[in-house]
């Protein structure tokens, strides 16, 4: 059954948001303008693809179409995933859409993602599970298994598995 990533995350208006990987934030903003959280903090190392300027056009982008004002706070960090520039126990729930398969030093960002998740918080993955070689980047993508195998190691567990739409998954781990 396809569910989309609020169905999935069921974020609250006060919960704090760190996405992994995030590229441009696009679809970040698009949900955020859907379903309002306390804070998104975005994450990604490439300063060309994130960036204020791209932000603000994707905010007003949203707005217009949604016909409302973004409420939702945003804040960009230039950083890798596996030296997150955040405090123990931030984030809420952190999101890995479309961008697991693209970080480097995986122990590291899952240690990362292990210190920053609040001790009730969940990580949300979104992948293509084939583990095939992604088009876009050429990188390989990940198995099931081997996502759920991984995350095991960091004591986060499976607690939602299910279909984006044709292509992706969800997994949502909590502790």
Not at 21 to 35: D, F, N, P, S, Y
């Amino acid at each position: 059954m396809k569910k989309s990533l609020y169905e999935v995350g069921e974020w609250s208006p006060t919960d704090c948001i760190l996405s992994l990987g995030c590229g441009a934030a696009w679809w970040e903003i698009k949900q955020t303008m859907e379903h309002e959280a306390g804070e998104l903090l975005l994450l990604d190392r490439n300063k060309d693809v994130l960036n204020w300027d791209d932000l603000d056009e994707a905010i007003a982008y949203f707005e217009e179409q949604y016909g409302k004002k973004a409420v939702t706070p945003a804040s960009i960090f230039h950083a890798d995933a596996a030296s997150i520039p955040l405090s123990d126990e931030t984030a809420d729930q952190i999101w890995l859409l479309n961008s697991l398969h693209e970080l480097n030093d995986l122990s590291a960002v899952l240690a990362e993602i292990n210190r920053v998740l609040k001790v009730d918080g969940s990580v949300i993955v979104e992948e293509i599970l084939t583990g095939g070689v992604h088009e876009g980047c050429g990188r390989r993508l990940f198995t099931r298994s081997e996502i759920i195998d991984l995350f095991a190691l960091y004591d986060l567990h499976v607690v939602y598995e299910g279909s984006k739409d044709e292509e992706a998954d969800y997994i949502k781990f909590g502790r």
